[in-house]
């Protein structure tokens, strides 16, 4: 060993914590916590697409409401999930429309505005409706499976149950939701919780619990305080590792053991994002209208983007994080930028996905198989339906969107 070796491993003895991968490493109240710096070790890595096929947009025969997944079936085909319109088109490789399966209603194999689908452990689909919570399955032709029920709470005492996302992994399924039970004369006690079921229904880990008792004659909606498991905001790891992000306002990822146990905190230094004036008016007349039955609530709303906008699970197994800075002031060509840790929690690189588009109105999905489907128009269309179909808000009011583009690509 040199000297310049000797004094390195010397530091590492006198500064505790000092981690190779450039990232403290600090144990709080039994907890490890993963301290990262705002740069990555790694630097930025380029991912290239090539365009095999797009679908929508002004001149296609095909209308699209809400694209919200991608599902690459066993063939190839390319199943998307349309929320507003609650149905799921079907594409082959090649860009040939082939399908329509499910479509809005309360019957076999149909539900409203579904906002995510899953490949089942089972091979099948479902398709997660946020209220009244449920899993409806599907086969891949679209043939009616039944319905998993996933948390339910009692309707006939007043309990109601909301799933906001729903992920599979292994033999089970992952759901983030809550359920709520009156609490009179004037409240509700709302149970946020995210949990692991078997095909069966049955839960078998509780990995977050967060209870709040609600009362209606003095309601306070404070974004900024917000902290719970929402859309998007968690995944499984190859490993079995579950990770969550919970605080809006903070970069904090706590990663569960497949028993249920926290084991670690990954924290990054960030910048918070300011939220526009439209996206703040937008979100407040949401919020606002959600609430008119209230006549006494008070509204706070953030100026700032949330920390964490996203989180999934990329090539190699190493954990991906969009945030609000993800899609903003981009290079010119760059659709979005993502931050990835690897499965330990350390910020290893950022990705720099290069394709053009607008990356605080588009959205990039993965779909594992070394595609991706790019959705023109995302945001837009999210806001509008938040609205009722009543616009953006802070807008040109006059101003119409342009039709919903599918973009299929190959990363190259």
Known sequence: MNRAMKVFCALLLLVPGLAL????????????????GAEPTGGVETLEFQELWRAGGEDSEDFFGLITQVVIGDQGNVYLLDTRLSEVPVYSPDGERLDTLSREGEGPGETRNPTNMIRLPDGNLGLVQMFPGKLT???MQGGPQGVLELGSSDPTAGGFTIIYDCFSGGDEVIVAGEMGQQNPPTGQIRTNYLAAYDMEG????????LKQEMDFTKFEF??????????????KGTDGRVYVSRRRNDYVINVYTPDGELERVIEREFEHRDRSDKDYNSVKTAVEARLAQLPNSVVKISHTEPDVSSLMIGPEGNLWVTTSRSGFEQPEGTLATFDVFDPDGHFIKQVAARFAGDGLEDAI???????????????EAVR???????????????EEAAPMEVVYLKIS
């Open 384 to 398: 509008s339906l938040q609205l009722g179909g009543a616009g953006g808000g802070g807008g040109d009011e006059d």
């Open 365 to 379: 999905f993965f779909t594992g198989t070394g595609h991706a489907v790019v959705v023109t128009g995302y945001t």
């Open 21 to 36: 991968a450039g990232a403290e490493e600090v144990t709080r109240d039994g907890v490890l916590h993963i301290l990262n």
């Open 137 to 139: 399955k599907i086969d």
């Open 222 to 235: 404070d974004e900024d305080k917000l902290d719970r498991i929402d859309f998007r905001k968690a995944c």
């Open 202 to 209: 049955n839960e078998t880990t509780r990995f977050i619990e």
